[in-house]
């Protein structure tokens, strides 16, 4: 495994060696997190409602362990399938008015199988070049042709379309709002171009849901396009504090699902406990709505600060603010000092985004409070100008 070695070596030359380091929660804090001897403003986690800490969804994990054990077993369509499924897609359904919900193990399970079960060989998907990597992932599977349009370019995507008009099946698919960017995508005029090229449409809303919509059902919901999105795909890790992930569609869709999706079909269920934890969390996110409208309110002002400070933050209005800093090394230095100044914000680098967009991606929590947010904007604005990535 030499050759392991020497590709490592250049890797770690060109600072694009990724390791895994140890972090330790805060009780009852989502917004921190404890890294070696360091408490961090915790500003790179996906828990944009603080839900993780949340004692009620503690305590409905914990109340369920003595009834169902630690783990389901086997897969839901041999004898994983606890009761708890049922109750929650149900409860899915309705939350996002459509027919029917199906929960997968995760995120990057739900776009693999969706993807791969819905089209094949003679197929096209049309996919923004930004979406995430479960849904390259999950296209590759499926062996349909992978018809990659510029991001959010809708006369690129169009394009696409005719070209490859006379495919058997064709799927566009796209996140709501972009996990490394933190913009939305255009999704009135993706329904737009799906009905006239007959495409169907699947939307990713990992990053929006439970934080766009009257009861957060995400972006999608809060356009009034709930109806023309044939695959809805959510998941419970981010917003939800929780784990695992859920499509929303039509009931012929679910009972396709059920029989061809492979990550579906041929991986144990979840633990019946995380369901409970997240059927309480489905509730939390409809009734503790002061949750959304103070990350609302921390978006805007972490945004604008930054914004006004010099800083290019990107075209989002969502808790995921791209402060793009180029080089890998640079970007990863920064990271460094943030982290010796009290914050966690991690460098993300290729080929997690695009060759040369290095960048710092900052993630707020409903957790955090204003004064957090503001003592974090002059740590990073005093670090912005040492690093050079603020002009003086
Ligand atoms: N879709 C998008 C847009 C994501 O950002 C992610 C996770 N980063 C996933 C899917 C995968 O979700 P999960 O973490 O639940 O596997």
């Excluded at 791969?116 to 197929?123: E, K, L, M, N, P």
């Excluded at 981010?238 to 859920?246: E, L, N, R």
């Excluded at 912005?384 to 003086?392: Q, S």
Aim: glycine letters at 10%; aromatic letters at 6%.
């Amino acid at each position: 495994m030499k050759w392991m070695e020497d590709e490592l070596a250049l890797l770690a030359g060109a600072s694009l060696e990724r390791s895994l380091r140890d972090t330790v929660p805060v009780p009852g804090r989502a917004g921190y997190a404890v890294r070696g001897e360091r408490r961090l403003l915790n500003l790179s986690s996906n828990d944009y409602l603080g839900l993780s800490q949340h004692p009620a969804i503690l305590e409905a994990i914990r109340q369920s362990l003595p009834a169902e054990g630690g783990g389901a077993g086997a897969s839901r369509l041999v004898t994983g399938n606890r009761s708890p499924y049922s109750r929650l897609e149900e409860a899915l359904a309705a939350w996002q008015n459509r027919e029917a919900a199906l929960v997968f193990a995760n995120g990057y399970m739900a776009n693999c199988g969706v993807i791969q079960a819905v089209v094949g060989r003679g197929d096209a998907v049309f996919s923004d070049r930004l979406n995430h990597a479960s849904i390259v992932d999950g296209i590759v599977l499926s062996r349909a042709e992978h018809a990659r349009y510029r991001h959010n370019d809708m006369e690129h995507l169009r394009q696409l379309l005719h070209k490859h008009r006379d495919k058997r099946r064709k799927l566009i698919v796209t996140d709501a709002v972009f996990s490394m960017d933190g913009d939305r995508a255009p999704l009135r005029e993706l329904v737009e171009l799906k009905r006239e090229y007959g495409a169907n449409l699947m939307v990713d809303e990992a990053h929006s849901g439970g934080i766009y919509g009257e009861r957060g059902e995400g972006l999608c919901s809060e356009l009034g396009l709930g109806d023309e999105v044939d695959i809805h795909m959510g998941t419970f890790s981010k917003s939800f504090g929780v784990y695992g992930a859920y499509v929303c569609g039509s009931r012929t869709l679910i009972r396709w699902l059920v029989n061809k999706a492979r990550p579906l079909i041929y991986s144990t269920a979840l633990p019946p406990s995380i369901l409970a934890g997240i059927s309480t969390a489905l509730e939390l996110v409809q009734t503790e709505r002061w949750r959304r409208d103070k990350l609302v309110a921390s978006c805007l002002l972490f945004r604008s600060s930054l914004s006004a400070a010099g800083f290019h933050v990107g075209h989002g209005d969502s808790p995921i603010v791209p402060v793009i800093i180029g080089d890998n090394d640079r970007a990863l230095r920064f990271s460094e000092a943030l982290e010796e100044n009290g914050i966690a914000a991690v460098a993300i680098r290729p080929p997690t985004v695009p060759d040369g967009t290095a960048r710092i991606r900052f993630s707020l929590s409903a957790d955090h409070s204003e004064a957090e947010l503001t003592d974090a904007v002059s740590v990073i604005c005093r670090l912005g100008l040492e690093f050079g990535v603020l002009n003086r």
